[in-house]
């Protein structure tokens, strides 16, 4: 009880890489029975430059829908890191983009296999959002399961820096809304 762990992975590629990290729990009594909280660090370590770090929360909530702010101006670049937390389900994405002013600015389906992990810069994926700020809002379908995405935002600043953005959720609301 009130025990704690640290993992840590140092990484051996000179290049950029990215993943994915499960806990599994050998049952569904085991899931009830233990609170369990963490934090992931996300590093950025490179020669003659300060180190930079954000956190990104744990987190066993599995939900339908996640809102994310992106701001592509001055520089700063947004990214998305998804992953489909079913292992039985593929799933399609419907990611719906807005201006500041909530004006659409497109549309999009992803496809995902189950179990699968992508990660990308928006404006690289979807070159009409580059220069522009407003709300990504990812959606999948109730009717698949009951495990949902995984979603994550990426802040980058043109000085090298970086931070995590946790995405708002909701449960409540329908696909089509």
């Known amino acids: 009880m009130y025990g704690s762990l640290r993992l840590e992975t140092r990484g051996t590629s000179s290049n950029l ?21 963490a934090s992931v660090i996300l590093r950025r370590k490179l020669p003659g430059v300060p180190t930079y770090e954000a956190s990104v929360p744990f ?9 994310l702010p992106f701001d592509h101006r001055g ?20 990611l719906r983009f807005y201006e500041e002013d909530g004006t659409p600015m497109g549309s999009y389906n992803l ?33 698949v399961g009951i495990l949902g995405i995984g979603l994550l935002g990426l802040r980058f600043n043109p000085d090298g820096s970086f931070t995590t953005i946790t995405p708002m959720i909701s449960v409540d609301e329908d696909v089509g809304s």
């Open 17 to 37: 890489t990215q993943g994915t990290a499960e806990l599994v729990l050998p049952n569904l009594q085991a899931r009830l029975d233990n609170k369990i909280g």
């Open 59 to 67: 987190s066993t909530l599995f939900t339908d829908k996640g809102y």
């Open 75 to 94: 520089g700063h670049v947004s990214g998305v890191a998804i992953a489909n937390l079913s292992t039985r389900a593929d799933r399609v994405l419907l």
């Open 111 to 143: 496809y995902m296999p189950s179990g699968s992990h992508r990660a990308f810069s928006l404006a690289t994926e979807f070159p009409e959002v580059a220069g522009k700020a407003g709300m990504l809002v990812v959606s999948i379908h109730r009717d």
